[in-house]
């Protein structure tokens, strides 16, 4: 075989065969797990859908590594858990990249090295990240077989520290950092993600958050016209623009909402009661709900607020929620739909600090939000490994970082010969059986 290119999806079928102990000769690699996140990457297309929208400016009869090659090769590596393109230096070389990228693990041209990598996040303009944005939207439109009836929206920033003077750095009070503030955007039902947006390190303002929403909301109606939306944040998301919008366009929200003296004067009558009969039951802590319209100086109408009020030993706790949604009593509103929303900051952990997303040490904002996107493409890799494992597997449930440990982290011999590529695992890999099921649920179905 002295092709460069490996036939398609030649390699799960090597996976996908008994493990063995060793081979004679070969090369040794220690991410011998990577040819699953190859396989789940070919099913989504990911690298070809993101490289359709950058235009490549290079000459076409001088050009060595591919758009999607190059954007195949930096989405491995960060998946693999090396976050710098400093990394692709050695791991252009590395047989298992090689195979994953489409070439021979001896015989096939290296890969992209870190200049090239780059030049390639320093590459698009502002209208091409808009167009990467919209990938990643359509990506998860297209993970739904039929439109959905109903879809919950959780937002969210995170703080993302700098490194150095970059562009649309400032310096946040409550943090006591100099950080990017970058907004996340998840579909609570399956935990996957819809957009990533880099921004300042301040909290946003209203016309921003309606401007994000609005643009998203846009793309999702040209597809799913008739699905229900919640959007669902915290209170400083609770903006008076952006609750007009929302019941302007038919969209449901649920924010989080600040309480002040008028709200807690409304729910005193149920929060004496809940508080009095704390004290008569000797209970260590006793909880209630309040259900009242309020209007805001800055509202033009009443809008429905639900308290959750909770009497301990220490005293009343009062915590407030704004919505437009009709059903439900306070107590379904705030425990069952709001309290969920804590699950998207577990998702925003494992994209920031199991996929090292804050990794956004370039000067250019355009250039960290690429970094942004292809940290999310990552996510998604993995996220699509994690769903393809059984459901009676502890992995079904796992972290990122335990899925890297445990299927990725391999080592494993590979081995070129002229008709085939053999890639030997330790005959006692603990993760074989698992290893084998994925690399065959993964692979597509032949045509």
Known sequence: MTDD????????AVCAKKVTAAFDGGRITSDGGVMLLAAAERRLRLADRLAAAIRDPRDPHRV?????????????????GYEDANDLDRLRFDPAFKIACGRLPDSGRDLASQPTCSRLENLPDLRTVIRLG?????LWLSSYAVPPESVTLDIDDTVDVVHGHQQLSLFNAHH????FLPIHIYDAATGRPVA???????????KEIRSYLRRLVRMIRRVWPTTRILIRGDSHYGRTQVMQWCEKNGIDYLFGFAGNKVLKRLVKETADDIRTRRALENKPVLRGYADTRYGANSWKVERRVCARIEATTMGLDIRFVVTNLAEGSAEHIYDVLYCARG?????????????????????????NQVRLILHTAAYWLMLT??????????????????LRLRLL???????????????????ACPQADIFRHLAGALTPAPP
């Open 409 to 427: 982290k391999l080592g494993a011999r590979v081995t070129e010969t002229a008709s085939r590529i053999r890639i030997a695992f330790a005959a």
């Open 64 to 80: 060595t590594h591919a758009m999607a090659d190059i954007l195949r090769a930096r989405i491995f590596a960060i998946a693999c």
């Open 176 to 179: 006591d950092e100099r950080c």
């Open 134 to 138: 919209r990938v990643l939207v359509d």
């Open 385 to 402: 490994l994690r769903d393809a494992v059984p459901a009676t597997d502890d992995l079904r449930k796992a972290e990122f970082a335990t």
């Open 5 to 12: 290119t490996l036939l398609p999806f030649a390699f799960p």
């Open 343 to 367: 699950q998207a900051e577990n998702l925003i952990k494992m994209h920031k600090s199991q996929l090292a997303s804050d990794r956004t040490s370039c000067r250019s904002p355009i250039a």
């Open 196 to 206: 990533m947006i880099l921004r300042p390190g301040k909290t946003p303002a209203g």
